[in-house]
């Protein structure tokens, strides 16, 4: 199930926890499934075969994982294009201006609405909720699995 880069991470991860608080890594583990995918297939994603392998290996129910996996906006649960674009629509961002991003990324990629991948797979748009750089609004994120890119305007005088 995971190569032999993942199980080294693994294995470091697994030794910053006690034995009775391994489920405390649940977090990084999805992480490291997810940019494992990234490299084999170009799409980080956490497919359920691995949400049940991490479940096995921290002795816990592979709903508690699910429930991680699907809770939070850093890790996807179905395929993303090479770049996943997530533009903040919250009500900073939404005043400063997100509605002009996110059809500037529609216009770019020929993504027509949310949750879809460009017909070619590179681009993903994705709605996220606050990405905590409000003072900087609006904020798009470019997550291509090896860097993070933050977007914001140029300060106004």
């Known amino acids: 199930m995971f190569d032999t880069d993942s199980e080294a991470e693994i294995s470091i991860v697994l030794g910053k926890y006690p034995a009775e ?23 980080a994603w956490v497919p359920l075969p691995a949400m049940d392998e991490i479940a096995r290996r921290l002795e816990m129910a592979a709903i508690r994982v699910y429930e ?13 294009g090479r770049y996943h674009l997530q533009v903040c629509t919250t009500t900073p961002c939404w005043l400063r ?4 991003v996110v059809s500037a990324c529609q216009k770019a990629t020929g993504i027509s609405q949310f949750g879809q991948t460009s017909e070619d797979g ?14 900087n609004a609006p ?18 005088n």
Do not use: H
Not at 68 to 80: G, L
Not at 97 to 100: I, M, Q, R, V
Not at 122 to 135: M, Q, R, S
């Open 97 to 100: 201006g997100s509605d002009d």
């Open 122 to 135: 590179l681009f993903t748009l994705t709605e996220v909720e606050c990405l905590g750089a409000c003072a």
């Open 21 to 43: 608080r391994k489920a405390s890594a649940v977090m990084p583990l999805l992480y490291i499934a997810q940019r494992q995918m990234g490299r084999q297939t170009g799409s």
């Open 68 to 80: 991680v996996a699907s809770f939070y906006t850093m890790y996807n649960t179905r395929p993303v």
């Open 139 to 156: 904020i798009l994120q470019v997550d291509d699995d090896s860097t993070k890119i933050w977007m914001a305007p140029a300060p106004k």
